[in-house]
């Protein structure tokens, strides 16, 4: 009578046991797919010079890190580029061991607001190995048109002290040619981002 | 016997699967099914706001914003609306939402949020929000404000706001 009911208990608990056993495998398993938005048409990422964090002047050449990760963004943002830096700075975390392969890059295309200073303090906030760039109008302007990024400044509604930028609010992944693979749409979760810049660096060597 | 040993199994399995599945997730919404009679029929719940530094003490840049979202729920039987936002910690509140059109992202202002009856409205991260424009404080993780919203047909609200890292 008492097997009866033990053993029917114990196989349960194995079987259980058993298919979780199995799905944690299943789950941990790594993908070797991008997950992001692939770029059908290739583009290339061009090379251009700005200011850094740190006041000196910094090179982008995409064929100078095995992976880039770059993005357009203006730290009086309130809403979507906070958004965009909390999914790097978990996308960084999940990165673990990839992590020193890969560079995040912040673009301001606030020049007249966003200062060396102003980006120092601000990337502190989520990860200060991001790498913040900003320069005069005219040099932002021109890293902002070669990569085709839409900027549309726009005054406070009510006449308040000032202004909204709308942008291009993609992050790109670029990989060691320079050329731009996987676009992520703002929104895209932290795991994607660290998903492909894996795929990516697994690719590369 | 085997037949119903297997079934017992089966059974068995099932529920500590079910068990385990439970365990994993998290109760949504504020835990209470049913609202007892007289509470306000508008919930606020999960209020947040972005932080603008990690420690006290940072110089304050003019014209430094941040946001707080929240989740807003309507247990009432008539419909109500989120006029605005009054606090201490910026010189102004607007409502806003993101819009995303194509891969350009765009903030644009709202007069008013509908919740309808039986309803809930999120605000979270490239949606709804509240800006707060021109902090006249830093926010930092761990910190607590207060914050009215203002409902069209509820009143006047008082919440509080907590600070977090993103």
């Known amino acids: 009578?008492?097997?009866?009911?033990?053993?029917?208990?114990?196989?349960?608990?194995?079987?259980?046991?058993?298919?979780?056993?199995?799905?944690?495998?299943?789950?941990?398993?790594?993908?070797?797919?991008?997950?992001?938005?692939?770029?059908?048409?290739?583009?290339?990422?061009?090379?251009?010079?700005?200011?850094?964090?740190?006041?000196?002047?910094?090179?982008?050449?995409?064929?100078?890190?095995?992976?880039?990760?770059?993005?357009?963004?203006?730290?009086?943002?309130?809403?979507?580029?906070?958004?965009?830096?909390?999914?790097?700075?978990?996308?960084?975390?999940?990165?673990?061991?990839?992590?020193?392969?890969?560079?995040?890059?912040?673009?301001?295309?606030?020049?007249?607001?966003?200062?060396?200073?102003?980006?120092?303090?601000?990337?502190?906030?989520?990860?200060?190995?991001?790498?913040?760039?900003?320069?005069?109008?005219?040099?932002?302007?021109?890293?902002?048109?070669?990569?085709?990024?839409?900027?549309?400044?726009?005054?406070?509604?009510?006449?308040?002290?000032?202004?909204?930028?709308?942008?291009?609010?993609?992050?790109?992944?670029?990989?060691?040619?320079?050329?731009?693979?996987?676009?992520?749409?703002?929104?895209?979760?932290?795991?994607?981002?660290?998903?492909d810049v894996r795929v990516l660096l697994q690719q590369s060597r | 016997m085997p037949r119903r040993t297997l079934a017992l199994v089966v059974i068995g399995a099932l529920l500590c699967g079910a068990l385990a599945a439970g365990c994993g997730s998290r109760p949504q919404g504020g835990g209470g099914a049913q609202a007892p009679a007289g509470d306000p029929p508008i919930r606020v719940e999960e209020a947040w706001a972005q932080h603008t530094a990690l420690q006290e003490g940072q110089r304050l840049a003019s014209g430094t914003n941040s946001v707080i979202y929240f989740r807003l729920e309507n247990r009432g039987a008539e419909p109500d609306a989120l006029l605005g936002v009054q606090t201490d910690v910026a010189q102004g509140c607007r409502l806003h939402e993101t819009v995303v059109e194509g891969e350009v992202a765009r903030m644009v202002p709202v007069e008013r949020i509908e919740i309808p009856a039986g309803e809930a409205v999120e605000f979270q991260r490239g949606g709804l929000h509240v800006m707060l424009l021109g902090l006249t404080r830093h926010l930092v993780p761990g910190d607590r404000f207060q914050a009215v919203l203002i409902l069209e047909k509820a009143g006047e609200i008082p919440i509080e706001v907590e600070v977090r890292a993103g």
């Not at chain 1, 079987?15 to 692939?38: D, K, M, P, Y």
């Not at chain 1, 958004?83 to 061991?97: D, K, S």
């Not at chain 1, 932002?140 to 002290?161: C, N, S």
């Open chain 1, 1 to 195: 009578m008492k097997a009866r009911v033990v053993i029917p208990i114990v196989l349960a608990i194995l079987l259980t046991a058993g298919v979780g056993v199995v799905g944690l495998i299943l789950l941990n398993q790594e993908s070797q797919e991008f997950r992001g938005q692939v770029m059908t048409t290739l583009r290339y990422a061009p090379d251009f010079t700005l200011t850094d964090q740190n006041g000196n002047p910094y090179e982008f050449r995409a064929r100078d890190s095995e992976a880039t990760v770059l993005f357009f963004g203006y730290t009086y943002c309130p809403d979507v580029c906070p958004a965009t830096m909390v999914t790097w700075r978990e996308a960084m975390a999940g990165l673990r061991r990839y992590r020193d392969r890969v560079r995040f890059v912040y673009v301001s295309v606030d020049p007249e607001r966003d200062t060396p200073e102003r980006l120092k303090e601000y990337l502190a906030l989520y990860d200060p190995g991001i790498i913040g760039l900003t320069g005069t109008p005219e040099e932002v302007a021109a890293v902002a048109d070669a990569y085709r990024i839409y900027v549309e400044k726009t005054p406070m509604p009510d006449g308040e002290e000032g202004y909204l930028i709308g942008h291009t609010a993609t992050s790109y992944l670029i990989d060691s040619e320079g050329f731009i693979r996987v676009k992520f749409p703002t929104g895209t979760d932290p795991s994607v981002v660290a998903n």
